[in-house]
């Protein structure tokens, strides 16, 4: 007997609760908005708690779901351990985690000279930063999730890398003739290839225990970037353009929904073709 098939469904997340870090910045406001399109109730984490508390107003204004703002500080055992106690506390359980918290330097305008420390005078300080919060922030935020996933026999996480942890970063695209040189920084590129070490990991330890866990890779966003950029930047993709925020978000839906529940320890690479030439 033929069964009429509904894809559309396994994308709901009907009552599922979302923590997402980070949830304050370019992506992390997308993912927000996306994942409560289709019915999750949403933890904005961030460290910035104005910013996450008016985008969890904007949230559910906007959907018929609850979102709660959380000010966390991901790099603090003490701050993600709270942030998963009060989820708890509000909602009862964590169905998915979206690692996305990380220092990642702009390069638009409004950040302009902001990045000329060279690999031989990179600071200790600015390299331990960046890993506290992009790669041991990751680490407390799973570690902590885990037990009510564990609890409840089900959980997906999604911890979010980047293309620079795939292949290293073309520096010619940060240059300007007549302008002082500037540089992605190597802290940048560690952690996000330190992500996908982690995943791989936790996925395995999680092996039939009912917790998914995977990575997504996005390639360059536009955000603001000068012209001169987004041309550069678009002539290394297949496709030949940055992308748009929400087809980064709509691969993160496809991660977190049932639509990939045969998908744990992979890494989908969103990034316009950038690392298949």
Known sequence: MLVKRDPLQHYSLRDRVAIITGAAGLLGTDYCHTLASVGAHIVVADIDHQRSAQLANEVTEMNEIDALAIKVDVSDPDSVRAMVAETVDRFGRVDILVNNAAIDPKFDPEHADEHSNRFEEFPFQV???????????????????????????RGVMVNISSIYGLVGPDQRLYKREGQPSQFKPVSYSVSKAAVLGLTRYLATYFAGKGIRVNTLTPGGVLAGHDDEFVRRYSTHTVIGRMAKREEISNALLYLVSDASSYMTGANLVVDGGWTAW
């Not at 331990?128 to 564990?150: E, H, W, Y």
């Open 127 to 153: 390299w331990k930063q960046a890993l506290d919060v992009n790669i041991t922030g990751m680490f407390l935020c799973a570690q902590a999730v885990s037990r009510p996933m564990l609890e409840a026999d």
